[in-house]
């Protein structure tokens, strides 16, 4: 960067450094956003198409879940890594909703490159897309209904669900949802950390199910330990039930063979008194973290006690929170207090493993739901589809709030923010008005994905906004391509998602049209100097510049 004083050329910035400003940057800006919210675009709705993400090492994943496709795919644009934090926001805050609020960001974005272009400062179109988010989510709340019982529930988690891969089993798969979410209530919270999900393949995804308990993919250490503990009492131990070996090189010299005897024979006292104290604290259960030593497995089949190894952390937590044990890290050290206790812990067959069934815990707020597919890959995106759907019943269970879906709020949104724009007036109304036009992407590209005229479908559905009693519940029905009730057809969405995703998608809108200046720094050289070009190695084009 040059400045001239005396025609001295006055060097500000490291060579090499890359800038772009002004519409220049806010162009670049836009158009990487725009090409995120593309990537997705082709999955939103229920007839939307799936994409096969493959990484670096060939595993695939195939899904048209939004966040799962971001968060896979290497973006390397900072502006185009705001929009994927969008949808990371979206999944964190309501489980849903992700393709939706990254696609309105993309649009708001195009809306605003013509005011750009006509010279509307970025500033007035950012204000302007803040007074719209505001009034826009004031009509959400203004248009949403009750939503207090499971019936409405289960069509929320059927909406989320719509479109995913579960092979037409939405409805059965919405009854657990929602039967595992009223599980987990309290106080009208519900911690969908407490609903754990387990995969395992064989059968057909109508042979997923729930159990009031938890279900650990582990069986047990010794063939010879009882399959079944009634009136179960769990220790949990974060430590090895084996010999520690020394924390230093050490060597042991033995000359007669007594001694070395004498010596195993501390080895097998110390093991046994391992069991020993399991036994006086009085567990009959045992779920160690670590290892246990095959001696010790030995012992515990002959003292009738069942026990599991190497559990993750995740599982280990969870059957402390469910059955009330604490987490023991040494065990002569453990207690008779420090014990869970539970009905029953059995070891069941599923389709040719084995697990662990731990049921009548101490705290019931605890369900795990058994998810049966004949692929991996289906079994992913069932596992996708349905902690999207406890997602949405969780916050429509706590909000007590929902919306019609397929496009209806969007258009009554956009209808009415028009008539919002033209009282606002000044340069504001510009971009209220492109806010308005935005919202319109949504059905639209639903639409588009299920092979209906887009425009046909857009007119239709502002007649029915305009002119039917009940308009604002008008949405797309994607069979006949008719503005249809969507109350009718049990096609419903929690406010929070439709809030969030407008709420984000406007502040992420906002924060890329105030960026007037981009300064790129030099990547440092590579320490290998094969990997660069220049200095006579193969290279590699292409790799970690902006997107």
């Not at 490291?14 to 162009?27: I, N, P, V």
């Not at 799962?68 to 990371?88: N, R, W």
């Not at 419903?492 to 809030?499: A, D």
């Not at 981009?518 to 660069?532: E, Q, Y």
């Amino acid at each position: 960067m040059y400045g001239s004083g005396n025609n001295q050329p006055i060097i500000v910035l490291k060579e090499g450094t890359e800038r772009s400003k002004d519409k220049e940057a806010q162009f670049n800006n836009i158009a990487a956003a725009k090409a995120v919210a593309d990537a997705v675009r082709s999955t939103l709705g229920p007839k939307g198409m799936d994409k096969m993400l493959v990484d670096t090492i060939g595993d695939v994943i195939v899904t048209n879940d939004g966040v799962t496709i971001l968060k896979e795919i290497d973006v390397q644009h900072p502006a185009a890594k705001m929009v994927v934090e969008v949808a990371k926001t979206q999944d964190s805050e309501c489980g849903d909703g992700t393709t939706t609020a990254v696609v309105l960001a993309g649009e708001l974005l195009k809306q605003s490159e013509s005011l750009i272009d006509a010279n509307v400062h970025p500033t007035v179109i950012t204000n302007g897309f803040k007074m719209a988010a505001a009034k826009a989510v004031e009509i959400l709340n203004d248009i949403a209904i009750d939503s207090n019982n499971d019936d409405l529930l289960k069509k929320v988690s059927e909406t989320a669900m719509t479109g995913k891969s579960v092979g037409g089993e939405g409805e059965h798969l919405s009854d657990i949802v929602v039967k595992a979410c009223r599980a987990v209530e309290e106080n009208g919270k519900v911690d969908t950390d407490n609903i754990k999900i387990e995969k395992k393949m064989g059968g057909v995804i109508s042979d997923t199910y729930m159990i009031e308990g938890l279900v650990i993919d582990k069986q047990r250490v010794h063939p010879r330990m009882p399959k079944v503990i009634k009136d179960a009492k769990i220790a949990l131990l974060t430590a090895a039930m084996e010999n520690k070996k020394t924390e230093v090189d050490a060597h042991i010299s033995i000359t007669d063979p007594t001694t070395m005897q004498s010596f195993l024979d501390q080895e097998d006292a110390h093991l046994k008194s391992m069991v020993e104290k399991v036994k006086e604290a009085g567990a009959n259960v045992v779920f160690c973290q670590k290892g246990v030593d095959d001696l010790v497995q030995h012992y515990m089949a002959k003292s009738g006690i069942y026990c599991c190894r190497r559990l993750k952390q995740s599982d280990m937590e969870a059957i402390a929170k469910a059955t009330g044990a604490t987490l023991v890290g040494n065990f002569t050290e453990l207690k008779a207090s420090d014990l869970g206790t539970a009905a029953s812990v059995e070891e069941k067959e599923v389709g040719t493993d084995s697990m662990t069934f731990i049921t009548g815990c101490k705290n019931p707020k605890a369900v795990s739901i058994i998810i049966r597919a004949g692929t991996e890959h289906v079994a992913d995106e069932v596992e996708r589809a349905m902690t999207d759907a406890i997602r949405v019943v969780g916050v429509a269970i706590e909000d007590g709030k929902v919306v019609a879906g397929a496009g209806a709020p969007e258009i009554e949104v956009e209808l009415r923010l028009a008539q919002y724009a033209s009282s606002v007036g000044g340069r504001e109304q510009l971009a209220i008005d492109a806010f308005a036009k935005a919202m319109e992407i949504i059905p639209w590209t639903i639409a588009e994905n299920a092979g209906i005229d887009s425009i046909d479908a857009i007119i239709k559905l502002k007649s029915a906004h305009e002119k039917e009693k009940d308009g604002k519940y008008f949405g797309l029905c994607l069979t006949c391509g008719e503005a249809v009730n969507m109350l009718d057809k049990n096609v419903v969405e929690p406010l929070r998602v439709k809030v969030q995703a407008v709420n984000s998608a406007a502040e992420v809108a906002n924060m890329i049209l105030r960026i007037d200046d981009v300064i790129a720094s030099r990547r440092a050289p590579p320490m290998n100097p094969m990997a660069d070009p220049s200095m006579g190695g193969p290279g590699m084009s292409g790799i970690g510049g902006m997107m």
